[in-house]
């Protein structure tokens, strides 16, 4: 590797962790780099910004001809390392951030191989001392929990930001993409059996996967079917911590998910925002079956002597628990939650204050 292609690469790594949730240096995170990014594209994209821009504007900064920089973010955006929206006035290009959108989004660009399942062990190697430490070290939870509808729908306390079918219905593009997290744990021969295509995108970045081939149009009925699936397997809806126009629903298992690994993997119990509920258990109707210890993604239940003991802190609020229970003993209570992000704008501004950057 030349000088110039080293220097452009750790250039890229210092661009990266400016990110409102940033992206931990090491050599774990050198060696993703440099598997991902020629040397070329980790000059340009060390210079490409988080929010759009047009490449007019970028070759200028870089003081290169624009015909140089357009088939590089172009090979960037194919590659999952770029977004592009394409709009009436053109292209713009922005760097995706490494944690998330990066480390999934490659992975749903690559063909099945050799690659990609050494892209899985490499970011198996980076997943504690980067991707599940930017999560942790976050001030503001850069993910939520919402419960399953079935669980509190008597509830007359539940917000529309609380509902599944209500983030859903806010978009106007819907896209199902594979679940990341449990293909490369599938690739690295420790995934679990739970459904791959259950993995939802919304908006202006739908557009973006389906345009890339990445992911599978879809209408709401679609959307409310696959999130039936996903309940029915036992998973937790997981959600960008903001109130409106979300951009992913995850329906996560604590085994493989790369937001509740942080506390299954890494015992952060803050770094996932926990849904507005506990899950409560009337000893009087409770058999201790078990089946809500056995559901329970984070083992936040145990079932002793005669009855299941929940652990209200560690407790996600996801509701999977009373869904289950066979003798209905299991009721929702709503607890004091973290204020929720009202948009983006604000849930970024906030990691990125706690960070020092901009």
Same mark, same amino acid.
């Given at each position: 590797?030349?000088?110039?292609?080293?220097?452009?690469?750790?250039?890229?790594?210092?661009?990266?962790?400016?990110?409102?949730?940033?992206?931990?240096?090491?050599?774990?995170?050198?060696?993703?780099?440099?598997?991902?990014?020629?040397?070329?594209?980790?000059?340009?994209?060390?210079?490409?910004?988080?929010?759009?821009?047009?490449?007019?504007?970028?070759?200028?900064?870089?003081?290169?001809?624009?015909?140089?920089?357009?088939?590089?973010?172009?090979?960037?955006?194919?590659?999952?390392?770029?977004?592009?929206?394409?709009?009436?006035?053109? &292209?713009?290009?922005?760097?995706?951030?490494?944690?998330?959108?990066?480390?999934?989004?490659?992975?749903?660009?690559?063909?099945?191989?050799?690659?990609?399942?050494?892209?899985?062990?490499?970011?198996?190697?980076?997943?504690?001392?980067?991707?599940?430490?930017?999560?942790?070290?976050?001030?503001?939870?850069?993910?939520?929990?919402?419960?399953?509808?079935?669980?509190?729908?008597?509830?007359?306390?539940?917000?529309?930001?609380?509902?599944?079918?209500?983030?859903?219905?806010?978009?106007?593009?819907?896209?199902?993409?594979?679940?990341?997290?449990?293909?490369?744990?599938?690739?690295?021969?420790?995934?679990?059996?739970?459904?791959? &295509?259950?993995?939802?995108?919304?908006?202006?970045?739908?557009?973006?996967?389906?345009?890339?081939?990445?992911?599978?149009?879809? &209408?709401?009925?679609?959307?409310?079917? #696959?999130?039936?699936?996903?309940?029915?397997?036992g998973l937790v809806h997981v959600?960008?911590?903001?109130?409106?126009?979300?951009?992913?629903?995850?329906?996560?298992?604590?085994?493989?998910?790369?937001?509740?690994?942080?506390?299954?993997?890494?015992?952060?119990?803050?770094?996932?925002?926990?849904?507005?509920?506990?899950?409560?258990? &009337?000893?009087?109707?409770?058999?201790?079956?078990?089946?809500?210890?056995?559901?329970?993604?984070? #083992?936040?239940?145990?079932?002793?002597?005669?009855?299941?003991?929940?652990?209200?802190?560690?407790?996600?609020?996801?509701?999977?628990?009373?869904?289950?229970?066979?003798?209905?003993?299991?009721?929702?209570?709503?607890?004091?939650?973290?204020?929720?992000?009202?948009?983006?704008?604000?849930?970024?501004?906030?990691?990125?204050?706690?960070?020092g950057v901009k």
């Amino acid at each position: 590797m030349s000088s110039s292609a080293k220097d452009a690469h750790e250039a890229l790594a210092q661009h990266l962790d400016r990110s409102p949730l940033g992206a931990p240096q090491g050599p774990e995170l050198m060696a993703i780099l440099r598997e991902l990014f020629t040397g070329e594209e980790a000059a340009v994209a060390s210079a490409l910004p988080f929010k759009p821009v047009r490449t007019k504007a970028l070759a200028e900064t870089l003081e290169r001809p624009a015909e140089e920089i357009a088939p590089v973010l172009e090979s960037l955006a194919a590659k999952g390392l770029a977004y592009r929206r394409s709009t009436k006035a053109g &292209d713009y290009y922005s760097l995706l951030a490494l944690v998330p959108g990066m480390a999934e989004a490659q992975f749903w660009a690559m063909a099945p191989g050799e690659a990609k399942l050494k892209m899985a062990r490499l970011f198996e190697d980076y997943y504690e001392p980067g991707v599940g430490k930017a999560f942790a070290e976050a001030p503001t939870p850069y993910s939520r929990v919402i419960p399953v509808g079935r669980a509190i729908e008597n509830s007359q306390e539940i917000l529309p930001y609380e509902k599944a079918e209500e983030l859903i219905r806010q978009h106007e593009h819907l896209a199902l993409i594979n679940c990341y997290c449990r293909e490369q744990a599938q690739l690295l021969g420790k995934g679990c059996e739970a459904p791959l &295509d259950v993995c939802m995108v919304f908006g202006s970045f739908a557009e973006f996967a389906v345009a890339q081939g990445w992911a599978q149009p879809m &209408d709401e009925a679609g959307m409310l079917g #696959a999130l039936r699936r996903a309940e029915d397997a036992g998973l937790v809806h997981v959600v960008d911590n903001v109130a409106k126009n979300v951009n992913f629903l995850c329906n996560c298992c604590g085994c493989c998910c790369m937001f509740l690994q942080t506390i299954t993997r890494m015992n952060h119990l803050g770094a996932v925002s926990q849904a507005a509920y506990f899950a409560s258990v &009337d000893p009087e109707l409770c058999t201790a079956c078990g089946e809500c210890a056995d559901t329970c993604q984070v #083992a936040a239940v145990r079932v002793d002597d005669d009855c299941a003991v929940f652990d209200e802190e560690l407790c996600l609020g996801c509701g999977q628990c009373a869904t289950v229970c066979p003798s209905e003993a299991i009721n929702m209570i709503r607890r004091e939650a973290r204020p929720v992000p009202a948009h983006h704008g604000e849930l970024q501004a906030r990691l990125a204050d706690a960070r020092g950057v901009k």
